[in-house]
């Protein structure tokens, strides 16, 4: 039987790529900023429209029943975002390749790490990170000024025309151009890198002898049992569960006597259309959490098991050529390849499962 989440992914899959498609920096921030306000709007809706008379209350806006109201739909929100998540999650690591073969590589590549790894990321490895991450910065400000100067600006600066030099140390464009060519000189990158403020993630050693979510996990061979306690922890699950539901389904299960239910029909009606709303929402959010177990899975777990690689690969082949090791050690270390097919091993799944 196929499970229904790996059809849910699958779904996913052509959602999450049609997105991708049309990603960018500017359409990300602006359809944050619809979202923002979209979210605005419910909340509004919720708490001020009346559905019956459809007509706003806007002094509902400064009581506290307005902000209560809003505060527990937010913590439901909430609660069934993350609910998604953990309904997709083990699907989502199971099926995930990417992620299974950088462990692999990275349980191969760890095991031959010496005690000059410390000495290679200080003093190697994030210095020429720092540096091409100053040298990115220094990019992006030749091209905004690109994106402020005229095209004639351009062309003036690009020429190597002699009589045209005098024209050139005159023109804004070409004097803030040059400042900017000046410093991405490696003479003033080399002398200046210290002191230079970047932006960039500075990798810690240390972090290569902890798990990928720095936590220490319990490892060894489980050889005891107890059944009763794994009773009781499944019964408590169900007790949880149960007493949500049973919160529900008398929130919802309203009863009315011969003489409340004519007075009482407009009023519950409109209960009926805020408690759908209200479900709506949970659901909404619910599948949101779904689509993001596996950007979470991406940001937490594969590009850190990407990077870690990234850095063992640059350590090798610097050992390689310092001499450390010869050419027929560096191909066995880093040209590993796994033979299987490329997924998680049972043990590896649960280690996941359980951060």
Known sequence: MINPFEKIS??????????????????????????????????????????????????YLISVSYWMTTLSKTIAGVCAFNIGINLMWETEL???KILAAAIKLYEHLIQYKTDDFEYFVVHIFNP?????????????KIYFLNRLSRP???????????????????????????????????????KNLDSLKVRYIMVDPAVFDLEIDGSAVITGVKTRGNVQLGKAKSSTNVVLSMVGVSMFLTAVGLEFNQEQFASQMV???????????????????????????????????????????????????WR????????????????????????????????????
Request: charge should be positive.
């Open 94 to 96: 199971r099926k995930n």
């Open 10 to 59: 699958q779904a996913n899959d052509l959602v999450v790529g049609a997105v991708g498609l049309a990603a960018s920096k500017k359409e990300f921030i602006g359809k944050q900023i619809i979202n923002t306000f979209l979210l605005f709007i419910i909340l509004l809706v919720f708490g001020c429209l009346d559905f019956a008379t459809l007509t706003f209350h806007f002094e």
């Open 152 to 190: 004639k600006d351009r062309l003036l600066y690009s020429s190597d025309l002699p009589e045209r030099q005098v024209e050139k140390e005159k023109n804004w464009y070409c004097i803030r151009r040059k400042e900017l060519e000046d410093l991405k000189n490696p003479e003033f990158i080399e």
């Open 320 to 355: 390689f050529d310092e001499g450390k090791i010869t050419q027929e050690q560096y191909d066995s270390i880093v040209k590993f390849q796994e033979e299987i097919e490329v997924e998680l091993t049972p043990e590896e799944l649960k280690q996941l499962k359980g951060k």
């Open 128 to 140: 020429k990170e720092k540096t091409k991450a100053y040298i990115s910065q220094v990019n992006r």
């Open 267 to 317: 009023a519950f009606w409109h209960y009926v259309l805020k408690c759908a709303t209200d479900v709506g929402i949970v659901l909404w959010q619910t599948y949101r959490g779904m689509l993001n177990s596996r950007k979470i899975i991406s940001q937490e777990y594969t590009q850190p098991y990407t990077g870690r690689n990234r850095v063992l690969k640059d350590y090798y082949r």
